[in-house]
């Protein structure tokens, strides 16, 4: 049985997903059809089957702990201790999309482990750590005490404008590379404040229920980006079927990272397009 702790990822814009905690508690619109709990449901019963045939679930038997029997987050959070050192087995420098079952700032996570996965990521300047967030609250509390190597890169995720507060939380943050993840994008953001900000990700829902998001919406974050000098990331439009309704804006990809992605250093962004 695969890890699904510790994977390669189908995300468009990270390379491997890696999950030192899982489980978590909705806070806001965009948590409605969490993708994480639709997964962790379905590992829960992976594990359930294993362990039924008498087998070992690996580290799937988190997930049993942090779903209700209605297949949903039954509000604890698991700490998976044995998936904290896996950077140092990664031999290939990569991309690593952190805690995409969880967030790593919930408010049932303790500071010293937080502070270990940091050690972990310190460590391994190599790989290169997305981690987001929708608690910057949290993480600019607890930000002087971890240490903020430039290989990791902080982000949050705003889904329409009553969430615009977070932004400000992730300014406090002296991180190399702040970002933004605007998905799934529920609403306007016309005069979104980038400053101090690096990096944003545009993305419509996608699956059951799939809430519609307006092109205007999506133009408008792009040029208030290209006006700021600031890299754009559109993932997808979504819908319930995201592979029909592709990923391309205006007729062209956007698939802008952060200069430092490139190994530059210094505190302006530029575009890799
Ligand atoms: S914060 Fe993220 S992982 Fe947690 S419930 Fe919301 S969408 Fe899901």
């Keep these: 049985m695969g890890d699904f702790l510790s994977q390669t990822s189908t995300i468009e814009w990270t390379d491997t997903t890696w999950n030192p905690v899982v489980g978590c508690t909705k806070v806001s619109a965009g948590c409605k059809h969490c993708y994480a709990e639709r997964m962790a449901k379905r590992l829960s019963h992976v594990a359930e089957a294993a362990e039924k045939r008498g087998g070992s679930a690996g580290r799937t038997h988190h997930y049993l702990k942090v779903i209700n029997n209605r297949g949903r987050w039954n509000g604890k959070v698991g700490l998976v201790d044995e998936a ?132 205007t919406w999506v133009r408008q974050l792009r040029d208030r980006c290209r006006n700021n000098n600031i890299a754009f990331f559109f993932k997808q439009w979504g819908g319930v079927n995201k592979k029909s309704t592709g990923r391309e804006l205006d007729g062209e990809l956007w698939d802008q990272m952060p200069f430092s992605f490139l190994g530059e250093s210094g505190g302006t962004t530029t575009l890799r397009a």
Excluded: C
């Design 84 to 215: 904290v050192e896996d950077p140092y087995r990664w031999k290939s420098p990569r991309m690593v999309f952190v805690n995409s079952m969880s967030d790593l700032f919930h408010e049932d996570v303790p500071l010293d482990f937080i502070q270990r996965v940091f050690r972990s990521m310190n460590d391994n300047p190599q790989h290169t750590f997305q981690i987001l967030t929708k608690r910057p609250h949290l993480a600019a509390q607890f930000a002087s005490q971890l240490n903020w190597t430039p290989n990791i890169w902080m982000g949050t995720s705003v889904e329409n404008a009553l969430v615009r507060h977070r932004i400000a939380d992730l300014r406090k943050i002296n991180a190399h590379i702040r970002f933004l993840s605007l998905e799934p994008l529920l609403g306007p953001l016309p005069r979104l404040n980038l400053r101090g900000i690096h990096w944003a990700i545009v993305g419509g829902e996608s699956g059951p229920g799939a809430r519609p998001m307006d092109p």
